[in-house]
Nanobody
Framework: QVQLVESGGGLVQAGGSLRLSCAASGRTFSPAAMGWFRQVPGKEREFLGSITWSVGTTYYASSVKGRFTIFREAAKRTVYLQMNSLKPEDTAVYYC????????????WGQGTQVTVSS
């Protein structure tokens, strides 16, 4: 089992920045990748990006590329989402997720953290 806990959400003005953290715990922690997603009520969950755990290669959705950055601290089992130039449409609940080695989907999810961007 793997437990994920997000933090760092809050209220920010448009144009501002926030950094989300996702701390992982669990005896079987050995991810292939960690991902970040967000969801607005009534809409499907949106993939934002991911990072491979061993090498640190990152992938981003076009909607956030250039504004959001994912990085990790492997020793702390923590992955981050640095969000810059925030827009009101970035308002959502943000989730981190864990994808195990050999898995094609994300197996474990955090509880989510609310990000609200005011105009």
């Amino acid at each position: 089992q793997v437990q994920l806990v997000e933090s760092g959400g809050g209220l920010v003005q448009a144009g501002g920045s926030l950094r989300l953290s996702c701390a992982a715990s669990g005896r079987t922690f050995s991810p292939a990748a960690m991902g970040w997603f967000r969801q607005v009520p009534g809409k499907e969950r949106e993939f934002l990006g991911s990072i491979t755990w061993s090498v640190g290669t990152t992938y981003y959705a076009s909607s956030v590329k250039g504004r959001f950055t994912i990085f990790r601290e492997a020793a702390k089992r923590t992955v981050y989402l640095q969000m810059n130039s925030l827009k009101p449409e970035d308002t959502a609940v943000y989730y981190c997720a864990y994808r195990g080695i050999g898995d094609s989907q994300y197996d474990y999810w955090g509880q989510g953290t609310q990000v609200t961007v005011s105009s």
